[in-house]
């Protein structure tokens, strides 16, 4: 079992519209949480961290909930820009900076 | 500024043949990560260096791969001998491991193809 579960999706979701993406963990000593993007046939680039408290950039907001070892990124009015595959992210403090990464969920924003 | 040097950016080659993958980091950075990447299994962690010395190689999946960075601007990715299961991307990435923000800067990825 991977140590970080996506649904690999594909999501279609029309412009404007709001989006979520689930991510599950394994391990409780995970450390420090991630969303990287992938556009097709591009490298990873991070998106934001995850902090406990939760957290907000712009029309992204991410959310973490340790207890249930579950990360979420929501994506308010998307834009056709939006369309990419997102990638869940975690580091365990034992790893070092070393950082596991989920398969990824596709997302395509539609006209 | 430069970002992360892969070489070369595609590469076919037969089964039994030798493959060597380049990477260049970020100046500066002192982490280097290479990880595999295929539609079935997702980015794979291979191994990686901090100040030029491999700390974790369990990913690695065989003998058959090896990895060496004799200096902080190079690392090499070696397959030998390659098998057509080899074939993925291979990214190389780079941090500085003083500030874990978690920010790896990926190099833009070596596509192998192994007939």
């Known amino acids: 079992r991977k140590e970080v579960e996506q649904d690999p999706g594909p999501f279609n979701v029309p412009e404007g519209a709001t989006v979520a993406f689930n991510c599950t963990y394994s391990?409780?000593?995970?450390?420090?949480f991630f969303w990287y993007r992938q556009d097709c046939r591009k490298e990873p680039k991070l998106l934001m961290s995850?902090?406990?408290s939760g957290n907000e950039d712009g029309r992204f907001t991410a959310q973490l909930n340790r207890a249930s070892q579950y990360i979420s990124l929501l994506i308010r009015d998307s834009k056709l820009s939006d369309s990419a595959t997102y990638l869940c992210?975690?580091?365990?403090?034992?790893?070092?900076?070393?950082?596991?990464f989920g398969k990824g969920t596709s997302l395509l924003v539609t006209p | 500024d430069a970002g992360v040097i892969q070489s070369p950016r595609h590469e076919v080659t037969e089964m039994g043949q030798e493959v060597t993958l380049r990477c260049k980091p970020i100046?500066?950075?002192?982490?280097l990560f290479w990880y595999r990447q295929t539609m079935m299994r997702g980015l794979e962690l291979l191994i990686y260096?901090?100040?030029?010395?491999?700390?974790?190689d369990s990913g690695m999946p065989e003998d058959r791969f090896s990895a060496k960075m004799p200096n902080a601007s190079f690392s090499t990715l070696k397959i030998q001998p390659s098998e057509p299961r080899d074939s993925a991307v291979y990214f190389c990435?780079?941090?500085?491991?003083?500030?874990?923000?978690?920010?790896?800067?990926f190099g833009e990825g070596s596509r192998l193809t192994v007939l």
């Open positions: 990435a780079s941090s500085t491991a003083r500030r874990n923000t978690g920010e790896l800067f």
């Open positions: 391990n409780s000593a995970s450390q420090s």
């Open positions: 995850v902090y406990s």
């Open positions: 992210v975690v580091n365990m403090r034992n790893s070092g900076y070393a950082l596991n």
């Open positions: 100046s500066g950075h002192n982490s």
């Open positions: 260096f901090n100040n030029n010395v491999p700390i974790d």
